[in-house]
């Protein structure tokens, strides 16, 4: 195999973007994106001072009417596009063989909804786990148990 293989270990703050390296038969670490607002508190995604926020009426032109869970869903949706997008801009400038995801469980379906048809196409194995502060041989584990084939 001529291309590369890639290790995506991510929640909604944090994702880490490795390269499996058959030589040293460790994973790499290429990049490491993070979301500031990712565990932000509510309050600090969206105001509730007056006439920021209305009551949950229509009614009112002009005044937005986000839920706080609507904004935090937003922001973790926006950080799974950055991360999609760093892959897939990869994908079009070199030669990978797979990508391999390990992510918290409900980022995981945020990254599957952002992806290319062409990305998509590249997942191998996939592992809903928050296991992102966890040491490389965890990760490896992992994906091993989940049915990964490497030389690694």
Same mark, same amino acid.
């Given at each position: 195999?001529? =291309?590369?293989?890639?290790? !995506? %270990?991510?929640?909604?703050? +944090?994702?880490?973007?490795?390269? +499996?390296?058959? /030589?040293?038969? +460790?994973?790499?670490?290429? %990049?490491?994106?993070?979301?500031?607002?990712?565990?932000?508190?509510?309050?600090?995604? !969206?105001?509730?001072?007056? =006439?920021?926020?209305?009551?949950?009426?229509?009614? %009112?032109?002009? !005044?937005? #009417?986000? *839920?706080?869970?609507?904004?935090?869903?937003?922001?973790?949706?926006?950080?799974?596009?950055?991360?999609? =997008? @760093?892959?897939? +801009?990869?994908? *079009?400038?070199?030669?990978?063989?797979?990508?391999?995801?390990?992510?918290?469980?409900?980022?995981?379906?945020?990254?599957?909804?952002?992806? *290319?048809?062409?990305?998509?196409?590249?997942? =191998?194995? #996939?592992?809903? /786990?928050? !296991? %992102?502060?966890?040491?490389?041989?965890? @990760?490896?584990?992992?994906?091993?148990?989940?049915?990964?084939?490497?030389?690694?």
């Amino acid at each position: 195999m001529s =291309g590369k293989s890639y290790v !995506v %270990v991510a929640n909604q703050t +944090e994702a880490k973007i490795l390269v +499996e390296n058959s /030589k040293t038969k +460790e994973l790499e670490l290429v %990049v490491t994106l993070t979301n500031e607002d990712g565990r932000s508190s509510d309050s600090n995604l !969206v105001t509730d001072r007056p =006439g920021s926020i209305s009551a949950p009426s229509n009614t %009112v032109p002009g !005044v937005d #009417t986000m *839920s706080r869970k609507d904004a935090a869903e937003i922001e973790a949706e926006r950080f799974a596009a950055s991360v999609t =997008g @760093w892959l897939d +801009e990869r994908r *079009s400038k070199e030669n990978i063989n797979h990508i391999d995801i390990i992510a918290e469980p409900s980022f995981l379906g945020k990254l599957r909804s952002q992806m *290319s048809k062409h990305l998509e196409k590249l997942i =191998g194995c #996939t592992v809903d /786990k928050d !296991v %992102v502060q966890a040491d490389q041989q965890r @990760w490896l584990d992992y994906l091993k148990d989940a049915g990964h084939s490497s030389s690694l």
